[in-house]
């Protein structure tokens, strides 16, 4: 089970690909499900396939697939995907994306995805602040993963690696200091993170544009947003939603989750432990 405590923007998707391709370097059969928020399948549950559509699927779902080609399940209802997998495949692992708070979903490892520059912001309960749950629940967790700033005593620190901007319709690969006049967009839980990030990479932008998490892009929409020779610089998770009708002057940049090989190996630990239980 990996989760917040705190409403988006935390990171938690990219650990959650982390975590499949470390078990899958293992030798472990790993599957994901998900609610699949921002998605409306005609019925669920929804074991997705290469044809699958974020307007299906949900955006992080079908971005976790296409990155790691592990069995992915979506259903409003977790254990009806956790069925629907296993039906599927033969899995030695189901990785929970979100849920922490679907106590429903029997869970033998939870990990809690922090943000470490906001922490849990005013302290407040949702919709008068961020929280979820209280901040007490850290202490009954297997695992607490900080991403960025300050980690407390007994986190995992771990940081988001950008990667080479990656061209929507060739798949070329460039620095992102090299593509000409940028122009960002992002539609994540925080997109001032992503912009933060091409800051730190010293890639100059012209202009920056946040959406809504989970937004529903429109050709129109996105192509208003660039004048003449500027280059259109997204995340990974908007460009799954965006290849269909990409152009030319496209791009998205992946992040990568970076910990540490002993704090990796402390939780692989943890997980071979349960595996060895069952």
């Not at 059969?29 to 307007?55: F, N, Q």
């Not at 979903?105 to 309960?125: A, K, M, P, S, T």
């Not at 892009?217 to 997204?234: R, V």
Request: charge should be negative; proline fraction near 5%.
């Amino acid at each position: 089970m990996v989760g917040n405590l705190t409403a988006g923007g935390n990171g938690k998707t990219p650990v959650v690909i982390w975590l499949i391709e470390l078990l899958q370097r293992q030798g472990l059969r790993a599957g994901v499900v998900s609610r699949g928020y921002g998605g409306k399948a005609d019925s669920y549950p929804l074991v997705l396939d290469a044809s699958t559509k974020t307007a299906e699927a949900g955006d992080e779902p079908v971005l976790i697939y296409q990155r790691t080609g592990a069995p992915v399940a979506v259903s409003p209802v977790r254990s009806d995907a956790v069925k629907a997998l296993l039906e599927h495949h033969q899995l030695d692992v189901i990785v929970t994306d979100d849920g922490l708070q679907h106590y429903a979903l029997q869970r033998d490892v939870e990990i809690v995805v922090v943000d470490g520059i906001r922490r849990f912001g005013n302290g407040w309960w949702l919709p008068a602040g961020p929280m979820r749950e209280r901040a007490s629940r850290l202490n009954s967790v297997d695992a607490v993963i900080t991403n960025g700033g300050q980690s407390e005593p007994g986190e995992i620190a771990m940081q988001l690696q950008p990667g080479m901007a990656v061209n929507l319709l060739t798949g070329e690969q460039r620095d992102a200091t090299l593509l000409p006049q940028v122009v960002a967009m992002a539609g994540i839980g925080h997109p001032p993170r992503f912009f933060a990030t091409l800051k730190n990479l010293q890639v100059t932008t012209q202009a920056e544009f946040a959406f809504a998490d989970h937004q529903d892009y429109q050709f129109e929409q996105l192509n208003a947003l660039l004048g003449a020779e500027q280059t259109l610089l997204m995340t990974e998770k908007d460009a799954v939603k965006c290849r269909s009708f990409a152009q030319p002057n496209w791009w998205y940049l992946p992040v990568n989750a970076q910990i540490s090989d002993s704090d990796t190996a402390r939780l692989l630990a943890k997980i071979h432990h349960v595996i060895t239980k069952k």
